[in-house]
């Protein structure tokens, strides 16, 4: 994946069916938090990208940081957020929502590179095959990305909406 955006995707997706049992804020900095390895092999120029951060042992390790992380950093993040943005966010999140985010972040990131780059070895140290690599088309595992972004953004804006509209209802 060219970084980032599009594992957003799937996070987006995965928030529409889990709702409060997962932090999609969690599980954007637990993508940041996977791409930082290879951002500085990129700088380095080293010839493998995608190292021990791109397995699922270290996608396990990842996950434990990020949740500690997030559940910490949550807060400021979501009253800065609400402060300048809606629909708002609950200014705390709990430890399972903190841990579902985290680690479905890191390992849905191993998974997704893994249908990508010939560097993964997503199993070391078990193996280093990547039997995963070109199982579909790069073109289409990045609509499948966007596509699951997109129904998730249609159904959480959906939810916030109603949402919306109950509350001016009981109000008035």
């Not at 966010?89 to 590179?113: Q, R």
Request: hydrophobic share 50%; glycine share 10%.
């Amino acid at each position: 994946m060219p970084f980032t955006p599009l594992h957003l995707g799937p996070g987006l997706a995965i928030k529409l069916v889990l709702r409060d049992r997962f932090s999609v804020v969690v599980f954007a900095g637990a993508q940041v938090a996977m791409d930082v390895e290879p951002l500085v092999r990129m700088l380095r120029g080293d010839a493998v990208v995608h190292g021990p951060s791109h397995t699922y042992l270290g996608a396990l390790l990842v996950g434990v940081a990020s949740m500690l992380i997030g559940k910490v950093a949550y807060g400021p993040i979501a009253r800065t957020w609400n402060a300048r943005a809606a629909p708002a966010l609950p200014t705390a999140v709990g430890w399972a929502a903190a841990g579902s985010g985290a680690f479905l972040g890191t390992t849905s990131h191993v998974l997704l590179d893994s249908l990508m780059h010939g560097d993964m070895q997503p199993f070391a140290p078990l193996t280093d095959a990547n039997t995963l690599l070109l199982a579909i088309s790069i073109e289409s595992l990045h609509l499948l990305c966007i596509g699951l972004g997109a129904v998730g953004a249609v159904g959480l804006l959906t939810l916030a909406t109603r949402r919306e509209r109950r509350s001016r209802a009981q109000t008035r």
